[in-house]
């Protein structure tokens, strides 16, 4: 399948570190998505890179797309400890016109004050 | 923007018992509706996901169904529920290739 597969599942700063997330996945894609979840909520949009883009930021986050090996970075800067949380991307998939996402298995982040 | 409902936010039943999960979106129209499920500390898994009213598409064959009886309504429903129903699932609603909203989902427990 084209599950997207994150790197690493867990990982734990220091506030003020930089974190860095890597995703890898199968197929190719039109645009890959980064979302977080808290724990026990529902995931949050953060980030969407077109496949014709290389690199991307939004405030203390920064999302590099390497099309050629398939896979993904999302960095956040200056970590606080309210960025605690799992990280997920997504990569879509086209199917009859619909589109479908699909999800990798996650990074743990745990930022500690 | 959209805002996706979901109830009951946690659910405990027993195996063999119904079930029916409801999800409801609002700020869109005509949205293309998911249901995932998440097993604890892992990825989300597709379930099912609809382009309107009345059409479903299943992912992966299960004790589940899915139904969508008006354009931003979608149920998440079993006759009889089984162990290995158990997990977190949540509903995402998205317009063509947009970003996906998701609701705060629902925690079923199976006894």
């Known amino acids: 399948s084209q599950q997207g597969e994150e790197d690493p599942q867990a990982l734990s700063i220091q506030e003020g570190e930089n974190a860095t997330m890597n995703c890898s996945y199968k197929?190719?894609?039109?645009?890959l998505q980064w979302y977080r979840q808290n724990s026990g909520r529902g995931l949050v949009h953060l980030i969407l890179?077109?496949?014709?883009?290389r690199e991307k930021h939004s405030g203390r986050l920064r999302v590099t797309l390497d099309t050629s090996k398939k896979s993904s970075s999302l960095l956040i800067t200056a970590s606080r400890a309210a960025d605690t949380a799992s990280y997920f991307c997504?990569?879509?998939?086209?199917?009859?016109?619909?589109?479908?996402?699909?999800f990798g298995t996650g990074t743990r982040l745990k930022v500690l004050a | 923007s959209q805002t996706i409902h979901q109830w009951p936010a946690t659910l405990v039943q027993p195996v063999g018992s119904p079930l029916s999960l409801e999800c409801t979106v609002e700020?869109?129209?005509?949205?293309?509706l998911y249901w995932y499920r998440q097993a604890a500390g892992r990825g989300l898994q597709l379930l099912f996901y609809?382009?309107?009213?009345?059409?479903i598409s299943s992912e992966v064959p299960q004790n589940l169904s899915a139904s969508r009886p008006q354009d931003r309504q979608f149920i998440l429903s079993s006759k009889k529920l089984l162990l290995s129903d158990s997990g977190f699932y949540l509903c995402?609603?998205?317009?063509?290739?947009?970003?996906?909203?998701f609701g705060d989902g629902t925690r079923l427990s199976i006894l």
């Open positions: 995402a609603s998205s317009r063509g290739n947009q970003p996906q909203h």
């Open positions: 197929t190719s894609i039109n645009n």
């Open positions: 890179i077109r496949s014709n883009e």
């Open positions: 997504a990569t879509d998939a086209i199917t009859s016109g619909t589109y479908k996402y699909i």
């Open positions: 700020g869109t129209s005509n949205p293309n």
């Open positions: 609809s382009v309107g009213i009345g059409q």
